[in-house]
């Protein structure tokens, strides 16, 4: 804060001979915020996953700051410019090794050497002498805490003004003009190097906790998942082996006989859809596409559900066009889909009801409207719909619409969902339009 005030009030001060000075250190400062900026928010998580990138893209982003920095100096005498380049060198050497520092450090000096002046050989002695210092600092930087290493960081940034700012006041001309001009020098370079390495690993710790947060969700919801499969399966299963055993024993007559049978079988039917459901879940993606019309995918799905309607006392009316629409998919899983949806609908009509069913055509796509006039949902309920484990039934696995969203995705599709509570949801999913001599790819 004393810095960026200093710094303030001689730009503020009218006819201050600092003013261009403090701006060019000022600009300096905005290219490395902004070159850290972009790498890290950008690359790092990116980077994670791929070192070398990371590390190439870390290269050509300081490079370049060094070579801003340098062309905007300040040079308040000619051949000496004075500018923050040694914040790139040092903290790269410190972070990312020698050799990325080397590989820094020999650019950079080519390019002051190409600027020329009297001043090229002194920063490239100093630069020399900072680059081995920060070389001997890696080992002890490695085991350091981020407190040390600002520390060492801010020593190297004191050491290098101070490595060649005796020189240059013995080589000009009325030297105590310039001491001014070394010391707001010295506050932007140690301001510079503190804020730029204070960037770095705030961003730094930001990114590994969010990684960290992420290995957590994926851990939980495995657990969850382990919890669910356990209760879901094993319930029909116990179920269907109780009924197995009752058969085994043969006291009964032909009928209960045949009840006996359907319920077991209905407990392996209710196990296997379970399995159906977590198996999408896990590995959404449509691994072979074809054309599909989706008017008789329908129509096939709708005829699996009609004695579950039948049972709850639904009636479905469905719309048939006369068009035919194809669109791009895999047979299963889109009759997974609108079974799911199917499903949900008849079962939130426990009572009575009427479960309508369309199809239209909208520019480049075709909609299904599926509506059901139950029980409907609240709006916190319709933000949460989709999530893996999220069920509005007391039984449900939370699995049903996470397919749906899943597949929907995997095909192109999109699902837009209305509902209000005692009148009942609307469902729209809409999927891309295929012509039958495309291939897909």
Known sequence: MIVISICIIILKKEGSILKPFVAHLFLNILFLLISMLIYHLFWMRKGNRHPKLNTFVFLCLSLFTSIMCLTFAAEPTPGYRFDLRQIILIVATLTKGPLVGGIIFFIMNAYRLTLGGDGAILALASSSVLYILLVMARSFVLKASNSR???????????????????????????????????????????????????????Q??????????????????????????????????????????LKSGAFSESERNTYLDIAMDG?????????????????????????????????????MIPLANFSNVTIQYEMPESTFLIWGEKQKLNQCFLNIMKNSIEAMPKEGTLKISIERVNQNVIVHIEDTGIGMSEEQLKQLGSPFYSTKDKGTGLGM??????????????????????????????PLSKPDKAKT
């Open 149 to 203: 290493i600002m520390v060492i960081a801010v020593l190297a940034s004191v050491f290098y003004t101070v490595s060649w700012v005796p020189i240059f006041l013995m080589n000009i001309e009325q030297p105590y003009e310039y001491i001014l001009h070394i010391i707001v020098y010295q506050l932007c370079s140690t301001f510079g190097t503190m804020l730029v390495l204070y960037l770095m690993m705030v961003l």
């Open 205 to 246: 710790s930001q990114a590994k906790l969010q990684e960290e947060l992420i290995n957590i969700e994926k851990f939980h919801l495995i657990g969850e998942m382990a919890a669910s499969i356990s209760h879901e399966i094993r319930n029909p299963l116990t179920s269907t082996r109780g009924f197995l055993q009752l």
């Open 268 to 304: 392996i039917d209710q196990a296997n859809h379970v399995l159906t459901d977590y198996l999408t879940f896990a590995k959404p993606s449509i691994k072979k596409f074809q054309h599909l019309d989706i008017k008789k995918e329908l129509q096939s799905s709708i005829s699996l």
């Open 402 to 431: 996470t397919v749906v969203f899943s597949v929907l995705k995997s095909m192109g599709g999109t699902i837009q969902i209305a509902s209000e509570r005692n009148v009942g949801t609307k469902f729209a999913l809409a999927f």
